[in-house]
């Protein structure tokens, strides 16, 4: 990590984050009705593109740009109220680039690389030396300036940021098998049988989706890649195995350059893209000493703040006490009689009497009625809890009316709760 920190001062400065934020995230499933996956929410505060933007701006970097596609108004908006502190006259940047059909009237993004051809324009109106590519999606800290020194230093045409995982879970990424050197010698999508890194036989370094390049050398390969009969135009399927092939592409370790404070064991990086892994990815944050430390004050996630009043527990009798126990308990949140345990709520809940909430997650502006009993679910935002409701309890009574994961989490929004009294 040392050996890339001071190679050139003020890189970052010299650079452009480019953040791919227009993915569909499906797998989400409502919770991506109304929402990108990188607008969906995270943490009590926070959205899941915060991590990605919060990270660049950690690093120094003060041109940002972001891509949005799908359901883009809720990350649009996002953006706009929680981004908008740069500013032009300190060489600053912030632009929010939609698909709208700026190439061509029928053309929207048609993958990751093509976000960024159909965009050269406002690139080179910049003048960065060095690209950034990120993707919006994932929940991480991690300083890029020493993805940077890296990238200069090693001479390479692309580096592509890794993270080291168990070899037999890396079947699910794109997987990077590279020399002593850390030159990637092949770059293979979603292998049966990942390649393992040099002398170490069990673990595999899969593809983060984060990538430098010099800008210059990206944009006439975007160029050659647009005019490419066959071409899907993405990144991780044709830009990266095309460099592996014919020029020099390099893999930068995630653990050089992840930011942990003294209480993160493990680096720490997670792509919580299914029901199960948003509510298990947000419950850990409960633990004794989570394994992703929020209270880094040395490398804040930076969000939309809203102005809320603290949150307040009231009535204090033995079946109706406001209580709340390894948990996360955002502002404006009211929690009148009921009891929390191992659970995050996010601004703006309010719970009522005789209630029980145990590793729950509840979306901003929930409101849970009176003697509702609530185990493992996710709750959307906005959602009126009716009283007397009981899910987690029965597994069966549970899939009938609410979206329940294979983990057994089951997710809660209002359409669900308006078909309970259809």
């Not at 580096?159 to 050197?181: K, L, N, Q, W, Y």
């Amino acid at each position: 990590m040392e050996k890339y920190q001071r190679s050139r001062p003020n890189l970052s400065r010299s650079t452009m984050a480019f953040v791919l934020a227009g993915g569909r995230g499906s797998r989400l499933l409502e919770l991506t009705d109304k929402r990108a996956k990188p607008a969906v929410y995270f943490g009590g505060k926070s959205r899941i593109i915060d991590f990605a933007l919060s990270n660049a701006m950690n690093s120094g970097i003060r041109r940002i740009s972001v891509a949005t596609q799908y359901k883009a108004h809720s990350l649009i908006r996002h953006l706009q109220r929680g981004w908008n502190f740069f500013r032009a006259e300190r060489n600053e940047s912030f632009d929010i680039l939609p698909a709208s059909q700026r190439v061509a009237e029928d053309r929207w993004y048609e993958g990751t690389a093509d976000a960024v051809t159909q965009n050269i324009d406002i690139i080179e109106s910049y003048d960065p030396e060095y690209m950034l590519i990120l993707a919006g999606d994932h929940v991480y800290k991690m300083d890029y300036e020493i993805m940077l020194a890296q990238h200069v230093e090693s001479g390479a045409d692309v580096t592509v940021g890794c993270i080291d995982v168990p070899r037999m879970e890396a079947s699910a990424f794109g997987v990077m098998h590279i020399d002593a050197s850390k030159r990637i010698i092949e770059f293979v999508e979603k292998p049966k049988d990942p390649p393992a890194m040099p002398g170490a036989p069990d673990r595999a370094l899969a593809s983060m989706g984060i990538y430098v390049f010099g800008t210059k050398f990206l944009i006439d390969l975007l160029r050659q890649d647009a005019t490419k009969p066959g071409s899907s135009h993405d990144f991780g399927k044709d830009i990266i195995p095309d460099i592996v092939k014919n020029g020099k592409a390099v893999a930068h370790v995630f653990a050089d350059s992840c930011v942990r404070s003294g209480q993160e064991a493990e680096p720490y990086w997670r792509d919580a893209g299914t029901v199960d892994a948003f509510w298990e990815a947000n419950i850990d944050l409960t633990d004794f000493v989570p394994a992703l430390d929020l209270f880094d004050s040395g490398w804040p996630i930076w969000t939309y703040g809203e102005i809320t009043p603290p949150a307040k527990f009231i009535h204090d009798e033995d079946t109706r006490r406001g209580s709340a126990t390894s948990s996360l308990v955002s502002g404006g949140c009211i929690i009148s009689g009921t009891r929390i345990d191992k659970s995050l709520l996010f601004t703006g809940v309010r719970t009522h009497s005789f209630g029980i909430l145990s590793h729950v997650v509840a979306l901003p502006y929930v409101t849970v009625g009176r003697s509702a009993r609530l185990t493992k679910v996710v709750i959307d935002r906005g959602v009126t809890i009716p009283d007397g409701l009981i899910v987690g309890e029965d597994p069966v009574v549970d899939a009938k009316r609410f979206r329940r994961s294979p983990g057994g989490v089951c997710l809660i929004t209002q359409p669900m709760i308006d078909a309970l009294h259809g």
